[in-house]
């Protein structure tokens, strides 16, 4: 097992210059118990051997994971499954937030989980990991005669569709409503929509940070679920506190249930 860090954990920030990266980076620049020793960029990247935190971005993981105590990594998946390779010889905490894996790939991801204490989750905020819960309730609840629909928002930048809360969401609806079916999107001679079906659809436009609607209507009513981030500060909040969660854990795959489980038995305390 890894022991706790002692004084400041020292954090390599995996896609440091990216969207997520650069708002994490200043994040934990301003943790009195953190210290950011390195970023990793994509080889080539033009930020490469530029300074940040007290090190500097390089884009080989393996020549600064002796120095760290912990990784968090919002990059890509070939990057994060690379990283996640290097920091799993070494056992180290790792926070992943990248999201897009394809099955195999998340396969690979939970084999190496049995290497290092993983903190894995598509969304890190707070609010969302709330709906979950309330999801699975009215999905429950209202699991005859109520269609569920779940719609997504993001950037046009975005790389994968849906988005990884999507599915998560759409999973955890099915499993409440008695195992439906997950539709990804509709198109053309579709006809009578099914009452055992789970539609999910994504948007893509301009500068939104995320939203998701899950939609669960019958005839006379609809209740709708939303969440909405409008800058990516909840995310990067998630993440830091994932990474005290998970230093000196136990290796094993982690959720944002489980940091959350810890703060609320503190709060209770
Ligand atoms: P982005 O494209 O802005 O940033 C990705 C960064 O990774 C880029 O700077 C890129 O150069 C870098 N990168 C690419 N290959 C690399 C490599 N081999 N090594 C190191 N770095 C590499 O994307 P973003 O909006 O910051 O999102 C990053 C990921 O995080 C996406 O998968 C996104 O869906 C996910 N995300 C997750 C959450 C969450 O809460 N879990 C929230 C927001 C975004």
């Known amino acids: 097992m890894v022991q706790p860090y ?22 934990i620049a301003a943790q009195a118990d953190m ?8 080889f080539g990247h033009p930020a490469v051997g530029r300074p940040l935190g007290t090190g500097f971005i390089g884009s080989e993981l393996g020549k600064v994971i002796d120095g ?24 180290r905490p790792y926070v992943l937030g990248t999201t897009g894996f394809t ?4 396969e ?70 008695g195992g439906r079916r997950i539709a990804y999107g509709r198109h053309g001679q579709t006809g009578e929509r099914p009452g055992d079906e789970i539609g999910v659809h994504s948007v893509r436009t301009g500068d939104v940070t995320g939203e998701h609607t899950v939609i669960l209507g019958t005839d006379g009513e609809r209740l709708e679920l939303t969440h909405k981030a409008s800058n990516r500060m909840a995310f990067a909040q ?16 982690y959720d944002m249930n489980d940091v959350l489980a810890r703060h609320a038995d503190r709060s209770g305390s």
Do not use: W
């Open 238 to 253: 998630g993440a830091v506190r994932a990474l005290r969660f998970i230093s000196g854990k136990p290796s094993g795959m």
């Open 108 to 177: 690979e991801v939970r084999d190496l989980s049995r290497l290092l204490p993983l903190a894995f989750a598509p969304n890190f905020s707070v609010g969302v990991n709330v709906l979950y819960r309330l999801v699975a309730e009215a999905a429950s609840v209202l699991r005859d005669g109520y269609d569920i629909e779940i719609v997504e928002v993001h950037h046009r930048k975005k790389k994968d569709a849906p988005s990884g809360t999507a599915k998560q969401l759409a999973e955890i609806a099915a499993r409440a409503s």
């Open 6 to 27: 002692h004084t400041e954990m020292r954090v390599v920030l995996v896609g440091a210059c990216g969207r997520m990266g650069s708002v994490l980076a200043e994040l």
């Open 103 to 106: 099955a195999v790939e998340l």
């Open 68 to 91: 760290c105590d912990a990784v968090v990594d919002f990059s890509t998946p070939q990057s994060s499954l690379a990283n996640l390779r290097i920091a799993a010889n070494q056992g």
């Open 35 to 42: 210290r950011l020793v390195a970023g990793i960029e994509a």
